[in-house]
């Protein structure tokens, strides 16, 4: 589907970010991942689960049904499915079925995120997810605010294509911290590898934003690094640094300020997706201030990109699925990424082919 070709939703292998830790707990939660429901809860010694959402008698959600010491009970005729998927009970009669039972998906909880595993789950591998190092949520200077979310009512790829083209700011953010002075105007650079794809804009001798200026309480010449890498296929990192102008790319000055942004897509249906958000800075170390950065997005910058993607969804829709698009240099992380994906999924079709071709093979 749009933007990718037709039969291509969103990569399978691979982790997604299900929740927030602090989301989850003892009372079982319904969460659509990868156009599936989901049910997500506890056990009672804290070990997070991810069931199929939807009971396999008649569709009762799972994920609003209640937990049964470390098992789930359908909230609709009693059935009862271990944290493993089997069923341990059918109230109406004495004999569990073989099919009676649901999927139980990998279930990864790194720093504060679950990460799931929807596809083949002889392929997950931990070490796919990428490390807090890497991630500068360990050994970096940044204080970090986490636990934003939102429910977007569009597919995920059009959050990838805002995320790959911060040339949105100056416009779209016009009316949060897009306004003076904080348009990225130019055309970004863009490195990329298998699995992720690096978007830099740099901008020097120019004038510090009225957004960061608050935050970091200087005014004036600035040169000013910032971009985004996904981590393929829903993890967007990466911020904006202001240095005392140097004019020469690379050669920084004395750092003024550093803000961090986590931007978590997990696609909800074909049509929605699961928007996380984290923000860290290194201006302060107070914890309040930054929960009042993470607030202030979440209120005022998350709705801007999420009310352009909605209406961008609806027009897709209205206007048979396939619109006409022209490409701007701005739009190269959006192309190379928009590839990415194409390669990803295509790799999975053709698993999947071999796969069923080896098993048609043995039965014969
Ligand atoms: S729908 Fe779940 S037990 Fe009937
Ligand atoms: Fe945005």
């Known amino acids: 589907m749009y933007p990718l070709p037709e039969g291509y939703f969103a990569p399978r292998d691979r982790w997604y970010i299900a929740a927030w830790s602090s ?92 990460w799931i595993w929807m596809g083949d789950p002889d392929l997950a591998d931990e070490s796919m997810i990428p490390s807090l190092e890497e991630l500068a949520l360990e050994g970096s200077s940044y204080t970090i605010a986490s636990g934003g979310y939102s429910l977007v009512n569009a597919r995920a790829m059009l959050l990838h294509d805002n995320l790959f083209d911060l040339t949105h700011i100056g416009y779209l953010h016009a009316p949060s911290f897009g306004s003076g002075g904080g348009a990225l105007d130019t055309v970004p650079r863009v490195t990329q590898g298998d699995d992720w ?24 010449l600035v040169d000013r690094y910032q971009g985004l890498k996904l981590y393929l296929p829903g993890l967007h990192v990466g911020g904006s640094a202001f240095y005392r102008p140097t004019g020469i790319e690379n050669q920084k000055g004395e750092l003024i300020g550093s803000v961090q942004v986590y931007h978590g897509i997990t696609p909800a249906t074909r049509h929605s997706t699961n928007y996380f958000f984290a923000t860290g800075q290194t201006m302060t170390k107070d914890p309040a201030v930054c929960q009042a950065t993470l607030d202030y997005a979440m209120r005022s910058i998350i ?35 928009r590839r990415l994906f194409e390669k990803m999924i295509a790799a999975e079709h053709a698993r999947a082919i071999s796969k069923e071709g080896a098993i048609s093979k043995a039965a014969e």
Request: aromatic letters at 8%; a negative charge; hydrophobic letters at 35%.
């Open 23 to 114: 989301e989850i707990g003892r009372e079982p939660i319904e969460r659509w991942i990868l156009d599936e429901p989901v049910a997500l809860y506890r056990k009672e010694n804290g070990e997070a689960v991810a069931l199929d959402g939807r009971c396999p008698h008649r569709s009762f959600p799972l994920g609003k049904s209640r937990l049964v010491g470390d098992n789930i009970q359908c909230g609709y005729h009693g059935l009862t499915f271990r944290p493993d998927g089997s069923c341990t009970q059918i109230p109406s009669q004495p004999n569990i079925p073989n099919v009676c039972r649901v999927r139980s998906f990998p279930l990864v909880e790194q720093w504060k995120w679950l």
């Open 197 to 220: 794809i690096d978007t830099q804009y740099v901008q020097l001798g120019v004038p510090m934003p009225d957004f960061h200026a608050r935050l970091t309480g200087y005014e004036g």
């Open 303 to 337: 709705p801007e990109d999420a009310f352009a993607t909605q209406e961008i969804e609806e027009m897709i829709e209205r206007s048979g699925g396939r619109p006409s698009e022209i490409l701007l240099k701005a739009d190269r992380a959006c192309v190379m990424g």
